[in-house]
């Protein structure tokens, strides 16, 4: 997969894109990662990127031009997935970064300011936000994006079949977990875990991922019950 990012603070990017498994999938090619700073496409004099709003009000508006202009310098920007970060977007979600997965060219545009000239939204695919808040700028949301695709792009991660089991798949949260000591401030791991018996760890896990889910989440507990008609 390529992912080709349109940001005004490309430095923001380094620390997320060099380490842990987000490095280790880079330096593997199992994802490339170019960063386009949109400024540089300016053609402002003082190389601005943003403006005054028309009919007033608070705030700058992102210009249409630097964004069209850096969009289109990018080799294959019209076959590629175009995702405007927004908070008025879509909501993401595990699923949708599953299917996400399979694209082999996203480019992901950071906004800044009160918001995006209109005539920008006409040069993306879809919008989508990671919740309902507002931040400073678009690179946040686009390494959250950028992160829950690429893990479970297949042999990102190590042990592959490990994400099938993250919270949200199939609606549940994902059940708790233990490891050494057995013992630790008087709470002991449940037996069943130490038992050997994978059949009935199995069992215990998935009951206590819907019982976690139904505490902590009953909107995807009601989910899961419609799909599966029981607990």
């Not at 940001?7 to 923001?12: A, D, G, R, Y």
């Not at 403006?51 to 007033?56: E, I, M, N, T, V």
């Not at 009000?57 to 289109?72: F, N």
Request: charged share 30%.
């Amino acid at each position: 997969m390529r992912i080709d990012i349109l940001t005004l603070f490309p430095k923001m990017f380094n620390g997320f894109l060099s380490e842990s498994i987000m490095g280790k999938a880079i330096n593997n090619k199992l994802v490339e990662i170019n960063l386009i700073d949109f400024r540089e496409f300016s053609t402002n004099k003082h190389k601005k990127v943003d403006d005054s709003p028309y009919g007033g009000g608070a705030g700058m508006v992102l210009s249409v031009q630097p964004v069209y202009d850096a969009l289109i310098s990018i080799k294959g920007y019209k076959e590629a997935l175009k995702i405007l970060v927004t908070p008025q977007g879509d909501r993401f979600n595990q699923t949708r970064a599953y299917n996400l997965k399979d694209e082999a060219h996203i480019i992901i545009l950071c906004g800044h300011y009160e918001g995006y000239d209109e005539r920008i939204r006409d040069l993306f695919d879809i919008e989508i936000s990671i919740g309902d808040y507002v931040l400073t700028g678009g690179e946040i949301a686009a390494m959250v994006l950028i992160d829950a695709i690429t893990r479970v792009i297949p042999n990102v991660i190590s042990n592959d079949e490990s994400h099938l089991f993250d919270s949200f798949n199939g609606n549940l949260l994902e059940h708790p977990h233990y490891t050494r000591p057995s013992e630790f401030m008087g709470k002991s791991v449940p037996d069943v875990l130490i038992s050997g018996n994978h059949k009935l760890i199995k069992e215990w896990r998935l009951k206590q991922s819907i019982k976690r889910t139904k505490e902590r989440r009953i909107d995807l507990y009601h989910k899961y019950k419609e799909e599966n008609g029981d607990e």
